[in-house]
């Protein structure tokens, strides 16, 4: 079981930006997707972004390109989310999630193909 610790969140006014950091600790696979999810109150949890550690291919929601960067420090087993250019609407608990590629598959914005996830790191963006 890979133990998936959050932080970075915080309250920015729209147009700001915040980086979210996920370590990660206790792997078993060499590689994984890892992916930041969301959720605000009363909706379903949703894919931000998704990076596969074996190479770095990305992958996002059409609602953050071009705005959130994920990225992946293998040497430090920690994921990055860099958002820019935040809106109200960006306003939820961002989860880190790690995945196994035969699970995950192609699918990344699927939560339930991840296995392990972090307790979640709050993002507010006030308009």
């Known amino acids: 079981q890979v133990q998936l610790v959050e932080s970075g969140g915080g309250s920015v006014q729209a147009g700001g930006s915040l980086k979210l950091s996920c370590a990660a600790s206790g792997q078993t696979a060499s590689t994984y997707y890892m992916g930041w999810f969301r959720q605000a109150p009363g909706l379903e949890r949703e894919g931000v972004a998704s990076i596969y550690t074996d190479g770095g291919m990305t992958y996002y929601a059409d609602s953050v390109k071009g705005r959130f960067t994920i990225s992946q420090d293998n040497a430090k087993n920690t994921t990055y989310l860099q958002m820019n250019g935040l809106k109200p609407e960006d306003t939820a608990m961002y989860y880190c999630?790690?995945?196994?590629?035969?699970?995950?598959?192609?699918?990344?914005?699927?939560?339930?193909?991840?296995?392990?996830w972090g307790q979640g790191t709050q993002v507010t963006v006030s308009s």
């Open positions: 999630a790690a995945g196994i590629p035969r699970l995950v598959g192609l699918k990344w914005w699927r939560h339930d193909l991840y296995n392990d």
